[in-house]
């Protein structure tokens, strides 16, 4: 059974940093397309950066420049580098892993952005 687990929430004040990660286990897919979406309250779920298995990434218009996508080592581990926080960054972040005709999808790690 695939899970992916996340981890790296938390508070942070305003233009502080965070550095989130997922990790994919019990699948035997090769390298997926792994990404971060993000859902803030009363809001739907939003792309916010994608990473194809070949490393080609993309962003939402609103973190571009501020945060980073990347893969760790091991196979379908995948970080978002979160810099120059905002509190409209508040949400909550989920995991995501594109298998073969269906989606995987983490329980999700809390960010706030509050002072």
């Known amino acids: 059974q695939v899970q992916l687990v996340e981890s790296g929430g938390g508070l942070v004040q305003p233009g502080g940093s965070l550095r989130l990660s997922c990790a994919a286990s019990g699948s035997d897919f090769g390298i997926r397309p792994m990404g971060w979406y993000r859902q803030a309250p009363g809001k739907e779920r939003d792309m916010v950066a994608t990473?194809?298995?070949?490393?080609?990434?993309d962003y939402a218009d609103s973190v571009k420049g501020r945060f980073t996508i990347s893969r760790g080592n091991a196979r379908n581990t995948v970080y978002l580098q979160m810099n120059t926080l905002k509190p409209e960054d508040t949400a909550v972040y989920y995991c995501?892993?594109?298998?073969?005709?269906?989606?995987?999808w983490g329980k999700g790690t809390v960010v706030t952005v509050s002072s």
């Open positions: 990473i194809t298995g070949a490393g080609d990434t």
């Open positions: 995501n892993m594109q298998g073969f005709g269906m989606d995987y």
